[in-house]
Structures are given as C-alpha cells and as structure tokens.
C-alpha cells in the first residue's frame, strides 16, 4: 500500500516562506498527475496546486506569482514552495498522487500538515 508522506508545514509570520514535501513511501509506476489541496477550518478541500506526469502545471489564483510547485518523478516526490504567505493561507495542506494505469484512476492522500501563518 502506498502512502503519502508529508513534511514541513509550520507557524510562520505573514511575509514568511515554507516549502512542504510529499514522498511516496514505495515505488509506483503511472502517476498521471501530483499536487496540494488544503482544507481551512469549516472550509471544503480546494487544490492550490498540480503537476501532470508531462510537466504541466496548474496553479489557484489566489496563490498564483507566490507559490511553486515541482517534483522529483524519479523519486514520486512534489514540493510545494510557497512565498509572500498570507494568513488566509492557513489550513491543512494535503499531498494528493493520481495514479492512472490503462483507465483505471485512484487517488492517494497524505495525512495532511498544518500551515498557520500569524503574527
């Protein structure tokens, strides 16, 4: 069973940098597509950024010119760099790999790591 293994995330003051990482914990062949969601209490679940098996990226507007996404496909890692925080970037922030073998789609989660951006 594969896993998702997310580090990272931390308080931070407004203006502040982190970068969260996401590794797979065993190998897995065609991952279509990796990415970050993240879920704000009483909030639902909205991706922040993705990045297909080609390279393609996608990013949320209210994170576009602050946050990069990237990722090591030999080791079915993605990083999240995420500068300029604000503190309407607190939330959860989780690691999501999209498998696609010949169809067949299944998603994989990780357990999700907390970014607080405060004063």
């Known amino acids: 069973q594969v896993q998702l293994v997310e580090s990272g995330g931390g308080l931070v003051q407004p203006g502040g940098s982190l970068r969260l990482s996401c590794a797979a914990s065993?190998?897995?062949?065609?991952?279509?597509?990796m990415g970050w969601y993240r879920q704000a209490p009483g909030k639902q679940r909205d991706v922040v950024a993705s990045?297909?098996?080609?390279?393609?990226?996608y990013y949320a507007d209210s994170v576009k010119g602050r946050f990069t996404i990237s990722r090591d496909a030999a080791k079915n890692t993605v990083y999240l760099q995420m500068n300029s925080l604000k503190p309407e970037d607190t939330a959860v922030y989780y690691c999501?790999?999209?498998?696609?073998?010949?169809?067949?789609?299944?998603?994989?989660w990780g357990q999700g790591t907390q970014v607080t951006v405060s004063s």
């Open positions: 999501k790999l999209r498998r696609d073998y010949l169809g067949t789609v299944r998603d994989y």
């Open positions: 065993a190998s897995i062949d065609s991952v279509a597509a």
């Open positions: 990045i297909t098996s080609d390279g393609r990226m």
